[in-house]
T-cell receptor, first 114, second 113 residues
Framework: GAGVSQSPSNKVTEKGKDVELRCDPI?????LYWYRQSLGQGLEFLIY????????KSGLPSDRFSAERTGGSVSTLTIQRTQQEDSAVYLC????????????FGPGTRLLVL | GDSVTQMEGPVTLSEEAFLTINCTYT??????LFWYVQYPGEGLQLLLK?????DKGSNKGFEATYRKETTSFHLEKGSVQVSDSAVYFC????????????FGTGTRLQVTL
């Protein structure tokens, strides 16, 4: 079956602009995660969704970052007023349910803020 | 808090050499442990996992054993191939209900002919 998909695959934006990144999890997966992969910080957790609610937002680096999930499926990560330090690869992962420890990752969105 | 430490890379090996990438962790209770692999230009793929002490995860010739006494989950392969060249990440998921993965910094493996 289809894996986790993310769009766009690449995004170049100017400092100060808002961006939206999209994640389509594997069908039937109720848990969804966002991570960020950057040269200086490695792989960092951002936020976790169970269904449409986010019980763990502890990794969001600032209030410029927000995320939502609708219909228990698609999720959007929004970064407002982008900064150069936001440049990174944003990864989405999903798992079958909260008890499943195996997360399946999408290909990522590479964000470059000029 | 939870943390994962893995050996610095890059690791450069000749084809058919033996591979070990060390990984140790700090966590309370009994976390689940994972190795993920990232091939050039691709996303993260689960390579293997172990969910309790003394479990051995294996896949594609790679193995790792969950050692509670040494808090380790070292990755091994008896004979590497050029196609194994990638970045390898050790990760843990804590005890309890679903939660974030905590990753190590990654180890780049380069296999040459």
């Amino acid at each position: 079956g289809a894996g986790v998909s993310q769009s766009p695959s690449n995004k170049v934006t100017e400092k100060g602009k808002d961006v939206e990144l999209r994640c389509d999890p594997i069908s039937g997966h109720t848990a969804l995660y966002w991570y960020r992969q950057s040269l200086g910080q490695g792989l960092e957790f951002l936020i976790y969704f169970q269904g449409n609610s986010a019980p763990d937002k502890s990794g969001l680096p600032s209030d410029r970052f927000s995320a939502e999930r609708t219909g228990g499926s698609v999720s959007t990560l929004t970064i407002q007023r982008t900064q150069q330090e936001d440049s990174a690869v944003y990864l989405c992962a999903s798992s079958l349910d909260p008890t499943s420890r195996t997360q399946y990752f999408g290909p990522g969105t590479r964000l470059l803020v000029l | 808090g939870d943390s994962v430490t893995q050996m610095e890379g890059p690791v450069t090996l000749s084809e058919e050499a033996f591979l070990t990438i060390n990984c140790t962790y700090t966590a309370t209770g009994y976390p689940s442990l994972f190795w993920y692999v990232q091939y050039p230009g691709e996303g993260l793929q689960l390579l293997l996992k172990a969910t309790k002490a003394d479990d051995k995860g294996s896949n594609k010739g790679f193995e790792a054993t969950y050692r509670k006494e040494t808090t380790s989950f070292h990755l091994e392969k008896g004979s590497v191939q050029v196609s194994d060249s990638a970045v390898y990440f050790c990760a843990l998921s804590p005890t309890g209900t679903a939660s974030k993965l905590t990753f190590g910094t990654g180890t780049r493996l380069q296999v040459t002919l």
